[in-house]
């Protein structure tokens, strides 16, 4: 599943495509729909929201120069398999046409979201009903430690490996920080909230590596982006620790949204249980 960094970059891409520009036409591959024609809104901005995606729309002007209607919010999640692309006007699509969930197409380019599992269009007024459940976002302007502090410490006995997937705790962490979080911090996964003696250092780090990895294509946390192993612990299972030497292990774990279960990677050396 993306994470609040990849995210983050395909919404920066996004807006720097379509902010300012009409459309031309939009196409809708979702049975709810269907029949939405957005033609002649104008692209406002595209924000995210944590690893969901908002793209404002504003509707077109009547003759008194007053929005004909309320301005709109095109949600989209991306889940597994999602992504936007953006290409020229006749460039041919990289992904196959039948995976196309929404298409659409300005003057200058076409923007198109593949395998999309959540795509959803509500007045930008409500958007908040799609995402107000969300804690502080990691890359937000706004971001507020403190409140993501709060959260954390209201379920003391929820493990934190759990707790960093829940998305109303913070907002855009996944599989891949939360492995590399607590490794560089020497936490074990399994560990208790209210056993943690340093727990905004937690925090910190996530904020820290989820921002210095915004702007990125590759994802690193080792910093060192030229290697082979980008990463210190995270997809590295049955391969030696970076740090220590010892094989790097996996642990099963419930996510809180979504039931099923995550593997998060762990040094058995580094990160010894309590």
């Known amino acids: 599943m993306p994470e609040g960094d990849s995210v983050y970059l395909a919404t920066a891409q996004l807006h720097r495509a379509?902010?300012?520009e009409f459309l031309l036409s939009s196409d809708f591959r979702v049975p709810s729909l269907a029949t939405t024609d957005l033609t002649d809104y104008v692209v406002h901005e595209v924000v995210p929201a944590g690893k969901h995606l908002l793209m404002r729309l504003q509707p077109p002007v009547d003759a008194a120069g007053e929005f004909s209607t309320k301005p709109l919010t095109l949600h989209s999640h991306l889940l597994m398999e999602g992504r936007w692309d953006l290409y020229a006007p006749g460039e041919r699509w990289k992904r196959?046409?039948?995976?196309?969930?929404?298409?659409?197409?300005?003057s200058t380019v076409t923007a198109v979201g593949f395998d999309i599992a959540q795509v959803r269009l509500v007045p930008t007024a409500q958007e908040t009903e799609l995402v107000g459940h969300l804690g502080?976002?990691?890359l937000s302007a706004h971001w507020d430690p403190e409140l993501a502090l709060e959260n954390l410490r209201r379920a003391p006995h929820q493990g934190i490996g759990q707790a960093l997937l829940d998305q109303r705790i913070m907002a855009g962490i996944g599989n891949v920080y939360r492995s590399?979080?607590?490794?560089?911090?020497?936490?074990?996964?399994?560990t208790k909230i209210g056993e943690i003696a340093d727990l905004p250092a937690v925090v910190q780090m996530a904020h820290r590596l989820l921002n210095v990895n915004k702007d990125r294509a590759r994802r690193v946390t080792t910093g060192q982006e030229r290697t082979r192993e980008p990463l210190w612990v995270y997809g590295r299972a049955g391969k030696p620790c970076l740090r220590c030497g010892t094989t790097i292990g996996v642990l099963k774990i419930p996510s809180t949204d979504e039931?099923?279960?995550?593997?998060?990677?762990?040094?058995?050396?580094?990160?010894?249980?309590?």
């Open 96 to 106: 196959p046409a039948h995976t196309a969930r929404v298409v659409l197409k300005t």
């Open 180 to 190: 590399e979080i607590l490794f560089l911090r020497r936490i074990h996964p399994l």
């Open 136 to 138: 502080p976002d990691l």
């Open 18 to 20: 379509l902010a300012g």
């Open 259 to 274: 039931g099923a279960e995550r593997d998060c990677y762990w040094c058995s050396h580094c990160q010894p249980a309590r």
